[in-house]
């Protein structure tokens, strides 16, 4: 692999320790992959962030290399944490966790990194341009900044992506060229989608017929950015797909001829199939929203469904701390609050430990929260759309 005269010197070690160790691991995986040389990257984003995750060892390692005085090159956020970062103490988030959560955001900050922990960096602050190389880990964020963006990134891991940050660099392979961001399968989609839940069963449903391939829609009707967010997580979490065209809504769909792929079809039934499968639960402890992180407008239209009622079940939108910022100034969290439910900031029902504050049922109108909730965090899932969860929780 073509290495240029400065990251010879970074392999060196003239630029640090941890520099060097960062970009050994890029060109060992750049070796594996048949990376002809490293790019620069605009942004990235780190996952691996929950202490949930990290554990003691991964804590330990960040501290260590940001008392090493490594910084990051690029701009860099974060994946969610393991909690809200200012309210965890009042939602009931375990102390001993909290402690070391707080350590672990304040070893990313050492590290130059902006710690605005969200799935959704991309509505945050962080947004890449058309066909710009980032280095981005979480996977629903890999498949918006890839498919609605045209942006390029591999599906990075949590170390990848840190070395990435620090090296300010890449290795040239997988979707950042152009011949691996062909389509495999056409989708034609034959069904009415509403809500964000039935393009998240949608999603889960193609996940899992084409796994890691890069599937093209047809017959997709005017979705907006919401919709087609909860159609890339899910497809990221029961298959492995990281970029997908959707015909008239992504950017590079137009480059594609697509008349001579095969083609699966996906009507009502199946969708309505994936709903039942989804559903492992009936009454909901409490409902989550908010996976992928909730958009200003899904916070507003909540606000709008909760105002003047009162709920007898809890529920949380979650978000980033900047959408929260902006809905609090917009009065939409003292709405839901006074409802009764609460905007949570810096983290999701996935990667807390919600498994720990006594909740056995969770409701979810994502299809990537019910594809992970039984096995992260075993919990039984009740699947439905917005609407149907606050119903059930004003019961
Ligand atoms: Fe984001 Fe957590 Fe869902 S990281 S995509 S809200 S599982």
């Given at each position: 692999?073509?290495?240029?005269?400065?990251?010879?010197?970074?392999?060196?070690?003239?630029?640090?320790?941890?520099?060097?160790?960062?970009?050994?691991?890029?060109?060992r995986?750049?070796?594996?992959?048949?990376a002809?040389?490293?790019?620069?990257?605009?942004s990235?984003?780190?996952?691996?962030?929950?202490?949930?995750?990290?554990?003691d060892?991964?804590?330990?390692?960040?501290?260590?290399?940001?008392?090493?005085?490594?910084?990051?090159?690029?701009?860099?956020?974060?994946?969610?944490?393991?909690?809200?970062m200012?309210?965890?103490?009042?939602?009931?988030f375990p102390?001993e966790?909290?402690?070391?959560q707080?350590?672990?955001?304040?070893a990313?900050?050492?590290?130059g990194?902006?710690?605005?922990?969200?799935?959704?960096?991309?509505?945050?602050?962080?947004?890449?341009r058309f066909?710009?190389?980032?280095?981005?880990?979480?996977?629903?964020?890999?498949?918006?900044?890839?498919?609605?963006?045209?942006?390029?990134t591999?599906?990075?891991?949590?170390?990848?992506?840190?070395?990435?940050?620090i090296?300010?660099?890449?290795p040239?392979?997988?979707f950042?060229?152009?011949?691996?961001?062909?389509?495999?399968?056409v989708?034609d989609?034959d069904?009415?989608?509403?809500?964000?839940?039935?393009?998240?069963?949608?999603?889960?449903?193609?996940?899992?017929?084409?796994?890691?391939?890069?599937?093209?829609?047809?017959?997709?009707?005017?979705?907006n950015?919401?919709q087609?967010?909860?159609?890339?997580?899910?497809?990221?979490?029961?298959g492995?797909v990281a970029?997908?065209?959707?015909?008239?809504?992504?950017?590079?769909?137009?480059?594609?001829?697509v008349?001579?792929?095969?083609?699966?079809?996906?009507?009502?039934?199946?969708i309505k199939?994936?709903?039942?499968?989804?559903?492992?639960?009936d009454?909901?402890?409490?409902?989550?929203?908010g996976c992928?992180h909730?958009?200003?407008?899904e916070?507003?239209?909540l606000?709008?469904?909760l105002a003047g009622k009162k709920?007898?079940?809890?529920?949380?939108?979650?978000?980033?701390?900047?959408?929260?910022?902006?809905?609090?100034?917009m009065?939409?969290?003292s709405?839901?609050?006074?409802?009764?439910?609460?905007?949570?900031?810096?983290?999701?029902?996935v990667?807390?430990?919600?498994?720990?504050?006594?909740f056995?049922?969770?409701?979810?109108?994502?299809?990537?929260?019910?594809?992970?909730?039984p096995?992260f965090?075993?919990?039984?899932?009740v699947?439905?759309?917005v609407?149907?969860?606050?119903?059930?929780?004003?019961k």
């Amino acid at each position: 692999m073509h290495l240029t005269k400065q990251e010879e010197k970074m392999l060196d070690g003239e630029m640090g320790e941890v520099a060097q160790r960062s970009l050994r691991l890029l060109v060992r995986l750049g070796e594996i992959y048949g990376a002809d040389r490293m790019i620069p990257v605009g942004s990235v984003q780190v996952a691996g962030v929950s202490y949930k995750s990290l554990g003691d060892p991964g804590l330990d390692y960040l501290e260590d290399i940001a008392a090493k005085g490594a910084k990051v090159k690029v701009l860099t956020f974060l994946n969610p944490a393991g909690m809200d970062m200012e309210n965890w103490e009042e939602i009931g988030f375990p102390e001993e966790f909290a402690r070391n959560q707080i350590r672990v955001m304040e070893a990313f900050r050492n590290l130059g990194i902006v710690v605005t922990a969200t799935c959704t960096p991309y509505l945050a602050g962080n947004l890449p341009r058309f066909r710009e190389s980032i280095a981005w880990s979480e996977s629903s964020a890999v498949s918006f900044s890839n498919s609605v963006i045209g942006a390029r990134t591999n599906r990075e891991g949590g170390p990848s992506a840190l070395a990435a940050a620090i090296c300010g660099v890449t290795p040239n392979y997988g979707f950042h060229l152009d011949e691996n961001r062909k389509p495999d399968m056409v989708i034609d989609v034959d069904a009415e989608l509403e809500f964000s839940s039935d393009y998240g069963a949608l999603g889960y449903h193609v996940g899992k017929l084409v796994k890691n391939k890069i599937p093209y829609f047809k017959g997709l009707k005017n979705p907006n950015t919401d919709q087609l967010k909860a159609l890339g997580a899910a497809m990221a979490a029961s298959g492995a797909v990281a970029l997908y065209h959707a015909e008239g809504f992504t950017p590079e769909a137009r480059d594609f001829d697509v008349s001579k792929l095969e083609k699966i079809s996906v009507g009502k039934k199946d969708i309505k199939a994936t709903y039942e499968k989804l559903n492992t639960g009936d009454m909901p402890d409490i409902v989550i929203l908010g996976c992928p992180h909730a958009s200003l407008r899904e916070i507003s239209a909540l606000a709008d469904k909760l105002a003047g009622k009162k709920l007898k079940k809890p529920i949380w939108i979650c978000t980033s701390r900047v959408m929260k910022e902006a809905a609090i100034r917009m009065g939409y969290v003292s709405i839901i609050e006074k409802a009764g439910g609460r905007v949570v900031a810096d983290t999701c029902m996935v990667v807390s430990p919600i498994e720990d504050m006594g909740f056995g049922t969770v409701g979810v109108n994502s299809g990537k929260a019910a594809n992970y909730l039984p096995g992260f965090c075993n919990q039984k899932v009740v699947f439905h759309d917005v609407d149907e969860l606050v119903k059930r929780c004003l019961k």
